[in-house]
């Protein structure tokens, strides 16, 4: 059974910094593009960012400069470095996992940006 577990979520002062990361498991083979998104105001999900096996990443526009996404494809797991951290950047970021056109989601981890 497949299974994704983020985890690094916390309360942080604005300019601050935060790594999530992001396990996939269960599978006997490798994970495709793999992602963190957010919800927006209208409560919709955004993608973040993401990233694919071979590394190649995309960013939303409100976070380049400031996110890095990196994953070590050996363990299945992806991670999201979060500088100049911003209170509009406070959400539950999601990540996602796709294995074959399927995708997986974890659970959430929260992020607070707030002193």
């Known amino acids: 059974q497949v299974r994704v577990v983020e985890s690094g979520g916390g309360l942080v002062q604005p300019g601050g910094s935060l790594r999530l990361s992001c396990r996939a498991s269960?599978?006997?083979?490798?994970?495709?593009?793999m992602g963190w998104y957010r919800r927006t105001p209208g409560n919709q999900r955004e993608l973040v960012s993401s990233?694919?096996?071979?590394?190649?990443?995309t960013y939303i526009d409100s976070v380049k400069g400031r996110f890095t996404i990196s994953r070590d494809n050996a363990k299945n797991t992806v991670y999201l470095q979060m500088n100049s951290l911003k209170p509009e950047d406070a959400n539950i970021y999601y990540c996602?996992?796709?294995?074959?056109?399927?995708?997986?989601w974890g659970q959430g981890t929260q992020v607070t940006v707030s002193s």
């Open positions: 990233i694919t096996s071979g590394g190649s990443t």
């Open positions: 996602n996992a796709s294995l074959y056109a399927q995708p997986y």
């Open positions: 269960g599978s006997r083979f490798s994970f495709g593009t």
